[in-house]
């Protein structure tokens, strides 16, 4: 489904994904559970994420004869922005088995809700590759949009954004930074609270998959 209101938004509202997701929210849900349907979830988006993805032909030798066949037309590299990217990660190379990965460290400061990095570290030849960056929340959009800031210095311009739950504000921040970057969301919530948190949301993906809070 689209939004009328955001032109590059994708919202993937397969009842398996929508029956998983409902159980994420619970808060009665534990860091096992949250895990293992995260990685659900993100293996079920990612078959939407690709729908449209560029292949080109090859052959390819039966045990009766040589056909035509398909591969993907680039390299994929994921890259996660830590923590809370990596809970989707195994999800994600239960299609893509042999998927680069590339590590973006960002944490939002408490009181100016901006993205501090701490670590990254891509694979080399970026550029060449098809890029999907992966967070589960989708805020204020600070930590996508400075993400992708740092994937574009390396020249990359087939990249598109993967989350679980975005707010109305973050899919606007990101149109607004990175119009060519289609975003693809099970959810698009209501609005932030006071402290950027979404609602109705889920919590904080890092603190309930690591049981940090
Ligand atoms: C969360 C989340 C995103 C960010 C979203 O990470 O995983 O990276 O907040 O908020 P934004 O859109 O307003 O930037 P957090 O900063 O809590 O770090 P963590 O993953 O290490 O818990
Ligand atoms: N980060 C989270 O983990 N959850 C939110 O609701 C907002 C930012």
Redesign the pocket.
């Known amino acids: 489904m689209t939004d009328q209101r955001f032109e590059t938004l994708h919202i993937i509202e397969h009842p398996l994904i929508q029956t998983k997701l409902t159980a994420l929210r619970d808060v009665r849900t534990d860091n096992y559970l949250f895990r293992t349907l995260l990685n659900q979830i993100a293996s079920l988006m990612v078959y939407e994420v690709f729908r449209n993805t560029e292949t080109v032909k090859i052959e390819v030798t039966t045990p009766l004869e040589t056909t035509t066949g398909v591969k993907l037309a680039k390299e994929i590299t994921l890259i996660p922005?830590?923590?809370?990217?990596l809970g989707m990660i195994a999800g994600i190379q239960n299609l893509i088995p042999r998927a680069r990965v590339g590590h973006i460290?960002?944490?939002?400061d408490k009181n100016t809700?901006e993205?501090v990095e701490y670590y990254t570290k891509f694979p080399p030849n970026l550029a060449a590759t098809k890029v999907i960056l992966i967070?589960?929340?989708?805020?204020?959009?600070?930590?996508?949009t400075?993400a992708l800031h740092f994937i574009k210095k390396r020249s990359v311009t087939d990249i598109s954004f993967v989350c679980l739950v975005a707010?109305p504000e973050?899919v606007a921040?990101i149109i607004a930074d990175h119009p060519d970057v289609p975003i693809f969301t099970a959810a698009l919530d209501r609005e932030?609270n006071e402290h950027?948190y979404i609602l109705p949301g889920l919590g904080?993906?890092?603190?309930r998959i690591?049981r940090?809070e």
């Open positions: 922005i830590l923590r809370a990217g460290g960002l944490y939002r809700l993205p967070d589960p929340m989708l805020a204020t959009g600070g930590s996508a400075a707010a973050g921040r932030l950027a904080d993906a890092g603190d690591y940090t």
